[in-house]
Antibody, heavy 122, light 106 residues
Framework: VQLVESGGGLVQPGGSLRLSCAAS????????MHWVRQFPGKGLEWVSG????????DYADSVRGRFTVSRDNAKSSLYLQMNNLRPEDTALYFC????????????????WGQGTLVTVSS | IQMTQSPSSLSASVGDRVTITCRAS??????LNWFQQKPGKAPKLLIN???SLQSGVPSRFSGSGSGTDFTLTISSLHPEDFATYYC?????????FGGGTKVEIK
């Protein structure tokens, strides 16, 4: 299993970024996927989850209405569109695989990428 | 659901028995996972559903508990076990993590 994130960088408050995650080594469309972030102080926060067919999607309250998760099963890729970014969104963003396909029993994060750093600052 | 870990850090020696606790703000059954994170690396799933050891994880690691109180035990600390450990509940959304326990060398 390999998960490779990209798209992070420095952005001004109010700006946008789109993160991508390229997955390989497993049948991508069989599993739910998540984004989890780690703040500079090292705390971890689940950001969003999406089930195998994109029908079930959920967000942390801190990002709901600003972030949009999506996936392209044909490309084995996961995305996170981040709009109206705030300084408190500064974090390392991890792409994370779930061992189940759907949201009914998700939440065991069995494989993680190495993360992409997002810095929101003027 | 708020997850509270204790202690936030501890110092121990190779060979010591180490216990980390995690408390949920409401009952979560056995929907509790433990992760290990080393500097510069992503978290690694050690234990899921409170006590199920992931494949390849040494048997010196064990987890227990249900409801609101959980423990991670390392029976005999090895040099490679010095890391930060996080608990996480998968009972309900939003999925939440504890604040972490840093295990340092005494």
């Amino acid at each position: 299993v390999q998960l490779v994130e990209s798209g992070g960088g420095l952005v001004q408050p109010g700006g946008s970024l789109r993160l991508s995650c390229a997955a390989s080594g497993f049948t991508f469309y069989d599993y739910a996927m998540h984004w989890v972030r780690q703040f500079p102080g090292k705390g971890l926060e689940w950001v969003s989850g999406i089930n195998w067919n994109s029908v079930n999607i959920d967000y942390a309250d801190s990002v709901r209405g600003r972030f949009t998760v999506s996936r392209d099963n044909a490309k084995s890729s996961l995305y996170l569109q981040m709009n109206n970014l705030r300084p408190e969104d500064t974090a390392l963003y991890f792409c994370v695989k779930d061992p189940t396909p759907d949201s009914s029993a998700w939440g065991d994060f069995d494989y993680w990428g190495q993360g992409t750093l997002v810095t929101v600052s003027s | 659901i708020q997850m509270t870990q204790s202690p936030s850090s501890l110092s121990a020696s190779v060979g010591d028995r180490v216990t980390i606790t995690c408390r949920a703000s409401q009952t979560i059954g056995n929907y509790l996972n433990w992760f290990q994170q080393k500097p510069g690396k992503a978290p690694k799933l050690l234990i899921n559903t409170s006590s199920s050891l992931q494949s390849g994880v040494p048997s010196r690691f064990s987890g227990s508990g249900s409801g609101t109180d959980f423990t991670l035990t390392i029976s005999s600390l090895h040099p490679e076990d010095f890391a930060t450990y996080y608990c996480q509940q998968s009972y309900s959304s939003p999925l939440t993590f504890g604040g972490g326990t840093k295990v340092e060398i005494k």
